[in-house]
DNA sequence: GTCCGTCTGTGCTGCAACACACATATAGAG
DNA sequence: CTCTATATGTGTGTTGCAGCACAGACGGAC
């Protein structure tokens, strides 16, 4: 594939890299594809590779012992998978997986650190976004506590609509639950009122959003303030 | 203060340091005392220094629109307060409050990213540092959602323990309830049954924890994965 | 078409935490 | 010692979600 179809459909953390940087990576960028429910890491292991999602989102869920589980971040074309490889730990205690099926550039550890260890935009750009994503985190943490199931599933939505260039989600409502961290029946329940305003319609598996404006009137403060980090450290 | 007394009651970070990167920065190291409640910064207000906290506690909060608030993370003398100053973003969207009063180190933010930019010891740290504070928070979001109340207390009782170096944590049940992003008379329930159980005694604002290991039995599993990542990246 | 696996809807019961109201206990000031 | 502000304890009712059980609905395989 010619460099610059690569970029075509590409990730924005990559697109604000100056040529004379892009140059030097371009060779080592390889597409990857994955499908829904494909697990990136798991906890604690190792990577051979750091990734930049370019259609593809996926989530870091944490997993618990007894086997629920409940997603801390999501990554998409505006970032990255695979913090751990430049801020020196190597392993994060989470699993990343394919929440929505798309496409990936990919670059070797070893590149991705020597380059990092430069210290010029390609540093700085990867810090910046590490900050965004603490920001969602933490945010989510909050949100755990604070809000609604209904709040947080219009938090998800929008999430993840950001991160795609379709109002519709390939998506079961089992999934959602299994990344929220809460039952299925809960999510079907905030599902109907959600459709029943007209604010979203959906059919096994498929989620169309219907009105984005009406899920940020409904959706709490949190989505906003992780949304406005994005854009003020990335934008 | 000479150089060896500031380094006695130290910060562990800093303590990690080679001898050569010390020498640098001791010039540079201020001692700073905090009273419990002192606001360190604001959120998205900028900071003129990085704090190296010594025997105070810092939390991290966000502050919701309507007042209620929720601790997304606490540093310690193992860490360090300012994380935006060398990620890039210059701000973060949460307040540090004085959890425990005590004492600090504190650099200039300028000597501090010129140090950082060496690329040196200090920035793996540091990077090191902020991966530890994202479990930390991530975990936080998972135990928001999947845990009660009782067991947060504990992850709560057992974060701040091992950031001091007594058993008694001077702490009303108003403000931990502030912390956790819930009622007081929750805090109340909670803290009685483990005072019940001979866990910790407590009288109006002093907390002794009496039994640290049934507290450890008590807890969920999210304290053990943050201090076992702490102790991977940085012990 | 029919079948079967998957996805969604709904009706319980139970519980943890919330909101509000108010009672009691304690430390420190005077 | 008394007063007061602050800290903690308790009761009642409500809410949001969990856990469990099962019914219906859809879609692809055959």
């Given at each position: 594939m010619p460099p610059s179809t690569l970029e075509q459909v590409g990730n924005r953390l990559l697109a604000r890299l100056p040529e004379e940087e892009m140059e030097r990576l371009r060779p080592h960028l390889e597409h990857v594809s994955f499908t829904l429910g494909e697990v990136i890491y798991e906890s604690g292991g190792r990577q051979s590779h750091i990734y930049f999602p370019t259609t593809a989102i996926i989530s870091l869920l944490y997993m618990m012992e007894n086997g629920s589980s409940a997603e801390m971040g999501v990554a998409g074309n505006d970032g990255l998978v695979g913090i751990a490889l430049f801020m020196g730990g190597d392993t994060v205690p989470n699993r990343a997986v394919v929440q929505s099926a798309g496409d990936a550039l990919r670059m070797q550890t070893k590149v991705m650190q020597e380059e990092f260890a430069q210290g010029g935009t390609f540093q700085r750009l990867l810090l910046r976004y590490t900050q965004a994503l603490m920001t969602q985190m933490s945010q989510t943490a909050v949100c755990n506590r604070l809000h609604t199931l209904e709040q947080q599933l219009c938090r998800w939505l929008l999430l993840s609509r950001d991160r795609l260039n379709t109002d519709e989600l390939v998506m079961t409502q089992e999934l959602i639950a299994n990344m929220l961290?809460?039952?299925?029946?809960?999510?079907?329940q905030a599902a109907g009122r959600l459709q029943k305003n007209g604010l979203i319609?959906?059919?096994?598996?498929?989620?169309?959003?219907?009105?984005?404006?009406?899920l940020e009137a409904t959706v709490c403060e949190c989505y906003r303030v992780v949304k406005d980090e994005y854009d003020r450290l990335l934008g």
């Open positions: 961290g809460v039952r299925r029946e809960g999510v079907t319609s959906y059919v096994r598996g498929r989620i169309t959003i219907l009105d984005r404006s009406g």
